[in-house]
């Protein structure tokens, strides 16, 4: 490796190192919208890289603003490990589990207006997350008014959550010097 690429990784991995370094006690960005069937929503944004962030839509009963928070920090970390080039955000919504295919459909539309500004000047980019699919996130970006998305709009980080887990599993497996290869595992969790 030559001299002048060896200096490009290591200011590279110093600047996604800064988000760390430089992490605030809280998020950037807390934004409420209020929503059809006594349901809320919440977008943090934690951390912003070249002027956005992106990270899933959550929805659900047992959604909550501490919750969304905690988990809009822990992009920061996901996308700081994984040398993403992209700031980080939650969104999630608190909503019954007692509705219609139409209310949810209304009540995504209706967050996407709710985060407009956020949505279009591309500060955040929504992804699918537990309790969405990628119909639940056109129709939160067609609330926002943005009726075509391209490939690059869409995030699906289940791949960086895919990658850190098994970089934290193949650290603690060595760590306890057990052996991956024919290893059995069990996660208990969501």
């Not at 928070?69 to 589990?97: H, Q, V, W």
Request: hydrophobic share 35%; charged share 25%; with cysteine.
């Amino acid at each position: 490796m030559n001299k002048k690429m060896e200096t490009n990784i290591i200011m590279e991995l110093n600047d996604y190192k800064s988000q760390l370094y430089a992490k605030k006690d809280g998020p950037i960005l807390i934004k409420e919208v209020a929503l059809p069937k006594d349901c809320v929503g919440w977008l943090v944004i934690d951390s912003l890289k070249l002027g956005g962030s992106g990270g899933g839509v959550r929805i659900g009963n047992n959604v909550t603003l501490a919750g969304v928070k905690l988990l809009a920090s822990e992009m920061t970390l996901k996308y700081s490990f994984y040398n993403r080039r992209a700031g980080a955000a939650k969104a999630g919504i608190y909503c019954p589990d007692s509705i219609t295919q139409k209310e949810r459909e209304d009540i995504l539309f209706y967050f996407g207006k709710g985060l407009k500004g956020l949505l279009c000047e591309g500060v955040y980019r929504p992804g699918v997350d537990m309790g969405t699919d990628p119909n639940d996130i056109e129709q939160n970006l067609k609330g926002a008014g943005i009726n075509r998305r391209t490939d690059n709009d869409y995030i699906d980080t289940s791949y960086y959550t895919g990658i850190s887990v098994f970089a934290a599993l193949k650290a603690v497996a060595s760590f306890k010097g057990i052996e991956l290869r024919g290893a059995r595992i069990g996660i208990q969790g969501l």
